[in-house]
């Protein structure tokens, strides 16, 4: 089992920042994937951006390119989200998920690719 802890959500300002992290406890050394997933209110959750814990591509959805960065800190079994210059519709409940052995890259933005999640961290973007 692995367990997912998210944190750092808040409110800002259009054009502001915010620095998510998720932290993993338990069986971290099976976890090949980690990524980050939003959900609005009425909509699906959408993947934003997902990395490997070891090396390899990293990817994004494409309306977050240039914006947000996710990075890792394999000593802290953390990954984080940097988010800068935020928009309104990047507003949403922020999930952290990892995904154990090699997936097609073609469907990393799909929430049923992912065998753990955690609980979520919201994010507000005012405008």
């Known amino acids: 089992q692995v367990q997912l802890v998210e944190s750092g959500g808040g409110s800002v300002q259009a054009g502001g920042s915010l620095g998510l992290s998720c932290a993993a406890a338990?069986?971290?050394?099976?976890?090949?994937?980690i990524g980050w997933f939003r959900q609005a209110p009425g909509k699906k959750r959408e993947g934003v951006a997902v990395?490997?814990?070891?090396?390899?591509?990293?990817s994004y959805a494409d309306s977050v390119k240039g914006r947000f960065t996710i990075s890792r800190d394999n000593a802290k079994n953390t990954v984080y989200l940097q988010m800068n210059n935020l928009k309104p519709d990047d507003s949403g409940m922020y999930y952290c998920?990892?995904?154990?052995?090699?997936?097609?890259?073609?469907?990393?933005?799909?929430?049923?690719?992912?065998?753990?999640w955690g609980q979520g961290t919201q994010v507000t973007v005012s405008s």
């Open positions: 998920a990892a995904k154990q052995g090699p997936f097609s890259r073609s469907t990393w933005y799909l929430p049923a690719s992912y065998d753990y």
């Open positions: 338990g069986k971290t050394s099976s976890v090949d994937w």
């Open positions: 990395r490997p814990t070891g090396s390899g591509l990293i």
